[in-house]
């Protein structure tokens, strides 16, 4: 993993998610390295790795809680944040840079409302801040029950046995919490049901939708049916019936 240090001119940037203001990523790239992810047209913005494997490297903006902190200073009204749209907020680089933690810190003393999307039980070291905060939640993705589908399309990212035992942590621990099944791998609805609804208080699913980016790895492990529209809206309507 080739990881980098770098500086940043800005911290929040304007979103379209649902329910938040502004997403803030820490990083550029993803160790995590999902066969799967959107965000691989971020190494546009790299000088250094704009031809790099995604998932090969990560470029740590070392700068981004200060530049948070200014801009928050300037902003008239509290909003909501999240982290992170572009990358894990709590990827393997974050145990070292801790940038994620200041910018939660920021964004409490601030009086802003934090979500959080990861695959990382490392979120936890951070309960601390998260249960101080107003109205923190954190989600889970978790597009599979199969952690053989998980070890091929999500080469380094947390077993998924272990973001279900950190969605029951932080629930214990009284921060609201919820799931991303996106995007819809190959996998057993009602099994990911069953692990998944007791800890969770809603849920968001999402289909493929990068196909041709993983159709070669599909096809080698006998997953080309999980291509298809069929397989796709009705593992969808599955999961929402079972989820209510
Ligand atoms: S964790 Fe998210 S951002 Fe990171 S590689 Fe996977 S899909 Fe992409």
């Known amino acids: 993993m080739d990881v980098v240090e770098?500086?940043?001119?800005?911290?929040l940037v304007r979103?379209?998610?649902?329910?938040?203001?502004?997403?803030?990523?820490?990083?550029?790239?993803?160790?995590?390295?999902?066969?799967?992810?959107?965000?691989?047209?971020m190494r546009k913005y790299s000088r250094l790795h704009a031809n790099a494997a995604w998932g090969s490297f990560v470029e740590a903006k070392v700068n981004i809680v200060d530049v948070l902190r200014a801009e928050l200073a300037k902003k008239r009204h509290a909003g909501a944040a999240m982290l992170s749209s572009?990358?894990?907020?709590?990827?393997?680089?974050?145990?070292?840079?801790?940038?994620?933690r200041g910018c939660l810190e920021a964004l409490r003393e601030f009086g802003w409302r934090i979500e959080i999307l990861t695959r990382s039980p490392l979120v936890m070291r951070d309960v601390d801040v998260l249960k101080t905060s107003i109205g923190a939640s954190v989600g889970f993705s978790i597009p599979t029950d199969d952690d053989r589908v998980r070890r091929i399309l999500e080469p380094n990212s947390p077993p998924i046995g272990s973001r279900i035992a950190t969605l029951k942590k932080l629930r214990e621990a009284g921060v609201e919490t919820w799931a991303f099944i996106g995007p819809i791998l190959p996998m057993n609805p009602k099994a990911l049901h069953d692990m998944v609804a007791p800890h969770v208080s809603s849920v968001i699913i999402s289909a493929l939708n990068y196909r041709s980016q993983v159709a070669g790895v599909f096809k080698t492990h006998g997953w080309g049916y999980a291509l298809g529209n069929d397989y796709q809206k009705g593992t969808r309507a599955e999961l929402k019936r079972l989820f209510g």
Do not use: M, W
């Open 86 to 100: 572009v990358c894990d907020p709590y990827q393997p680089a974050e145990l070292r840079y801790r940038l994620t």
């Open 6 to 11: 770098i500086q940043t001119k800005s911290a």
């Open 15 to 41: 979103s379209g998610i649902p329910g938040v203001n502004f997403v803030i990523n820490p990083y550029l790239g993803c160790g995590h390295g999902c066969r799967y992810c959107y965000a691989v047209f």
